[in-house]
């Protein structure tokens, strides 16, 4: 999975439920610059913060195998 799909759909839920960055900020609990951050595609943050953030918006990330001819 790409990083900009994951920060482009972090922006694009946070905008339609209407929220600000530090509204989801403090909704997931983390710093309104990393929402900036992760928005912005720089995404070197802790995976339980990741986490929140998405929990906070009522997303989640799924884990599929990619048909790539490989078990």
Do not use: F, P, W
Request: charged residues 30%; glycine residues 6%; aromatic residues 0%.
């Amino acid at each position: 999975m790409k990083v900009t799909r994951i920060s482009e759909a972090v922006q694009r839920r946070r905008k339609v439920l209407g929220l600000t960055q530090l509204e989801l900020a403090d909704l997931a609990d983390v710093s309104e610059r990393l929402i900036r951050d992760v928005e912005a595609g720089r995404l070197t943050v802790k995976t339980e913060k990741l986490l929140a953030i998405l929990e906070a918006l009522g997303l989640e990330i799924r884990i599929h195998k990619i048909n790539s001819g490989q078990n």
